[in-house]
């Protein structure tokens, strides 16, 4: 017999296609944001309800179920807003989830957000959530299960990208005390079966779409202006003779003897504009030339003279790396794995083919198939809904652990969970607690 599932705060699905995968059938989805909905609606043929707000209030309109999916918004816990945690609107959104559980009591219950949730600043709402769940009769463990895709190997659905989340796994007691023997089970954040993260090779393993099968190449390709920018720091970096590149950022306004600093200035700042002047006294030789030929950086942006180099023993040019245009600069790092997709637009380069990533390359990210469709919308459109968007690899690793924990313990019945199971090898469990 196949489990249900309920997809809330639902995207474009990455839930849906982990569970669909292991044996499920979706009874029921809802996501508030239309344009994320209709790419739902288009690959799973479920019509996704609106707002959840009024589908538990005053009655939960939400069936019942076996297992409660969801990666409620991040947002009120994300190190990009303000974190207000519960105290913000979408913050208790929470209480929601609360409210279907209480009428519902769907046996399992897998949720998913930023790993800032469990950080120090945000202990007392982590409290909070684990109170509220074990008042409701889940079990679930004290401290969180953090994991990334890219800890996991290409065979168990693992992608270059570094993705930290928070899993909350719970499952019902109905009443029951568990076997005193079982503890919540939680993934370690490290690397599965002596995978090396270091092995990850964007190209290769992405893999990156040939550009001769991109149809609208152009639209990724750097800019006039960006390969200027690039051409300006190579040009720095093919002269310095210094045995390591920095390990700060370089400011290029900030590159001369006496370090600006003034009252009143943060801490971090004070340092990094002294390591900027020591730097430059000790390259002054050739900093003071390389100025000179660009101008001082004046047709540069604020936010392009500055570098961040991540990219340790990769050959010294930006065109070997992975490159990132962010606000504050443009950090170059080895081209293994990426950094967290983001609803931003802050799309990676890949800087051996002066290009961004694809939509397509970037749903590969989060394991999405190739058979997956985002219809005719903007690039900008499918690249926020990737990046507020679940890896699959890391959902199903999690969950398919778990509840082959909890099957071991006695916690719920193998029968309604054969198909998860199916998908366990044990190249995919963890121990059982002693």
């Known amino acids: 017999m196949a489990f249900t599932f309920v997809d809330l705060f639902a995207g474009i699905g990455g839930f849906h296609y982990v569970m669909d995968a292991l044996g499920g059938e979706c009874v029921f989805a809802s996501e508030i944001d239309e344009q994320a909905a209709a790419v739902y609606s288009r690959n799973w043929g479920v019509e996704p309800a609106g707002d959840i707000v009024a589908l538990t209030d005053p009655e939960v309109l939400v069936p019942r179920h076996d297992v409660l999916c969801a990666g409620f918004p991040c947002q009120p816990f994300s190190k990009s807003g303000f974190q207000r945690g519960v105290a913000e609107t979408r913050g208790t959104l929470f209480w929601n989830i609360c409210r279907i559980l209480e009428e519902r009591r769907p046996p399992v219950i897998v949720l998913e957000n930023v790993r800032n949730l469990a950080g120090p600043r945000h202990r007392s709402t982590w409290e909070t959530i684990i109170r509220s769940l074990r008042n409701l009769g889940y079990w679930v463990a004290d401290e969180p299960a953090v994991f990334s895709p890219h800890f996991l190997p290409p065979t168990m ?82 002269r310095l003779d210094c045995a390591t590149l920095p390990g700060f950022p370089i400011w290029g306004d900030d590159l001369c003897v006496e370090p600006r600093i003034e009252a009143g ?55 070997n790396c992975l490159l990132h245009f962010r606000p504050s600069g443009i950090r170059a790092k080895k081209p293994t794995y990426v950094p967290a997709l983001v609803a931003i637009n802050q799309t990676s380069i890949y800087g051996p083919r002066a290009r961004r990533l694809t939509p397509r390359e970037t749903a590969r990210l989060q394991g999405l198939p190739d058979t997956f469709d985002f219809g005719s919308q903007p690039d900008s459109v499918t690249y926020r809904q990737l990046g507020n968007g679940v890896a699959a690899g890391a959902v199903r690793y999690v969950f398919v652990n778990a509840v082959r924990h909890a099957v071991a313990a006695g916690v719920i019945d193998a029968a309604q969970w054969g198909s998860v199971l199916a998908e366990a090898p044990d190249a995919m469990r963890v121990p059982l607690a002693a």
């Open 157 to 238: 659905g693992g992608t270059p990208q570094v993705r930290d989340r928070v899993f909350i796994i719970g499952f019902q007691t109905q009443g029951r005390p568990f076997p005193s023997e079982f503890d919540p089970p939680r993934v370690q954040r490290a690397p599965v079966e002596g995978w090396d993260v270091q092995a990850w090779d964007v190209e290769r393993d992405l893999p990156l779409e040939p550009d001769s099968s991109i149809p609208d190449l152009a639209a990724y390709r750097l800019t006039a202006e960006e390969e200027g920018w690039i051409n300006v720091w190579d040009d720095l970096l093919a």
């Open 265 to 319: 200035m943060p801490q971090w700042k004070r340092g990094f504009l002294m390591k900027n002047a020591a730097f430059y006294v000790a390259n002054r030789g050739v900093i003071e030339p390389w100025l000179r030929r660009h101008d001082g950086l004046r047709e540069l942006p604020p936010s392009r003279r500055k570098l961040e180099w991540q990219a340790q023993d990769t050959e010294r040019s930006l065109r």
